[in-house]
């Protein structure tokens, strides 16, 4: 797990495309957000992160995932990079499905969220406002 310092404006983690992984992309969102003394926001980032990769796992075939953490001006950004080029599918689901849920809550719960191509596939990402820039 990187080190993230209070004046780190970022940090990044390469990680196998599994949804065990998971686990691992949440304790880095922590550790950044507490180095930034962003707790505050543990709880929902950590919730949207796990739904990034445990999508990116089941839906791309990817063997590896990148996740960012970025500290930005007004907000903090949360992205997964995976080898697909297929865009994410938002979906409403039926009913008491147990899955299918995941870019709703992404959609919900961030300040905005966003896919961008990266060379050899792409970001899926969500930002989350703070409370003092």
């Given amino acids: 797990m990187p080190v993230v310092r209070s004046g780190d404006l970022g940090c990044l983690l390469h990680l196998r495309c599994h949804p065990e992984s998971a686990g691992t992309a949440r304790k880095l969102v922590t550790t950044?957000?507490?180095?930034?003394?962003?707790?505050?926001?543990?709880?929902v980032?950590?919730?949207l992160v796990t739904e990034l990769v445990a999508n990116a796992a089941k839906h791309t075939g990817c063997s590896r995932i990148s996740v960012s953490v970025d500290r930005?001006?007004?907000s903090v950004w949360v992205g997964g990079r995976d080898s697909s080029r297929a865009l994410p599918c938002r979906t409403e689901p039926e009913g008491q499905a147990e899955s299918g849920y995941?870019?709703?809550?992404v959609e919900s719960l961030s300040s905005r969220w966003g896919v961008d191509w990266a060379p050899f596939g792409k970001w899926v990402w969500f930002a989350?406002?703070?409370?003092?820039?």
Avoid: K
């Fill in 128 to 133: 989350l406002r703070t409370a003092t820039p």
């Fill in 45 to 47: 980032a950590e919730l």
């Fill in 102 to 105: 995941g870019l709703c809550l």
């Fill in 32 to 43: 950044a957000l507490t180095a930034w003394s962003l707790e505050y926001l543990a709880d």
């Fill in 72 to 74: 930005q001006e007004a």
